[in-house]
C-alpha cells in the first residue's frame, strides 16, 4: 500500500483566519493527489485534484480563490482553506492512488471554525 | 460526471446474519469499484473491490457482485459481527483515466446483539 500522512489532525480556528492542511505521501511520490470534504453523516465529495508543479483541477462548485491547493513536490500537496467561515467546517481528506486504482487516505483533518 | 447511488442508508440485522448493500451507477466508462468501511471520525478503509471484467469477488465474509450490464454492484457481508458495525461506502472510479472516485451516500450498518 501508500502510507499518507495529513496534518493536523484536528484545528480549530476564528472565522475569517486561514487554515493550511498538508498531506504527506511518505513513501510513494504522486504526481496526483486528491483532496475531499465530508460533512456530518454526509458522503465524500471530491474538491479537486491536486496535480504536481501544476494548477490543481476543480471541481463544480468549489471555489478555487478560497480552497487553494500547492503541489509544489511529489510528496506533498497542501490545502489552505481561506477566510474561513462556519458553515467551512467540516472533515477533509486526502488521497493517493497507487497501482493505478486503489485509493489510500490520509487521517483526514478535522476543521472548527468558530 | 459519474452519479453513484446506495440503498438502503441505514440497516440494522442481528449477529450472525447477512447484510446487503447495493449501488449504482451511472457512467458505463467506470471500470473499478472499491467498498469502503468508515468508523467515526476516521479514513476510509478498503474492504474489497472488483474490476469490471470481474463478475463476483470474495474475501472470507465479505464478497462483491457486479453486473456491468444493469451497472449495478452489491456488498454482501455474512456471519455479521458487532465490529462490523460502521459506515459502509461504495464508490467507482475509471482506473487510468483520472481516477476520481465517486462515493456512494453511505450505509449505517448495525449489528445488533
Known amino acids: 500500500g501508500a502510507v499518507v500522512s495529513q496534518h493536523p489532525s484536528r484545528v480549530i480556528c476564528k472565522s475569517g483566519t486561514s487554515v493550511k492542511i498538508e498531506c504527506r505521501s511518505l513513501?510513494?511520490?504522486?504526481?496526483?493527489m486528491f483532496w475531499y470534504r465530508q460533512f456530518p453523516k454526509q458522503s465524500l465529495m471530491l474538491m479537486a485534484t491536486?496535480?504536481?508543479?501544476?494548477?490543481?483541477?476543480?471541481e463544480q462548485g468549489v471555489e478555487k480563490d478560497k480552497f487553494l491547493i500547492n503541489h509544489a513536490s511529489l510528496t506533498l500537496s497542501t490545502l489552505t482553506v481561506t477566510s474561513a467561515h462556519p458553515e467551512d467546517s467540516s472533515f477533509y481528506i486526502c488521497s493517493v492512488i497507487k497501482g493505478g486504482a486503489e485509493a489510500f487516505f490520509g487521517q483526514g483533518t478535522r476543521l472548527t471554525v468558530v | 460526471g459519474e452519479n453513484v447511488e446506495q440503498h438502503p442508508s441505514t440497516l440494522s440485522v442481528q449477529e450472525g446474519d447477512s447484510a446487503v448493500i447495493k449501488c449504482t451507477y451511472s457512467d458505463s466508462a467506470s471500470n473499478y469499484f472499491p467498498w469502503y468501511k468508515q468508523e467515526l471520525g476516521k479514513r476510509p478503509q478498503l474492504i474489497i473491490d472488483i474490476r469490471s471484467n470481474v463478475g463476483e469477488k470474495k474475501d472470507q465474509r465479505i464478497a462483491v457482485t457486479l453486473n456491468k450490464t444493469a451497472k449495478h454492484f452489491s456488498l454482501h457481508i455474512t456471519e455479521t459481527q458487532p465490529e462490523d458495525s460502521a459506515v459502509y461506502f461504495c464508490?467507482?472510479?475509471?482506473?487510468?483515466?483520472?481516477?476520481?472516485?465517486?462515493f456512494g451516500t453511505g450505509t449505517q450498518l448495525k449489528v445488533e446483539l
Open positions: 464508490a467507482a472510479s475509471k482506473a487510468g483515466g483520472g481516477n476520481k472516485l465517486t
Open positions: 513513501d510513494f511520490q504522486a504526481t496526483t
Open positions: 491536486s496535480n504536481e508543479g501544476s494548477k490543481a483541477t476543480y
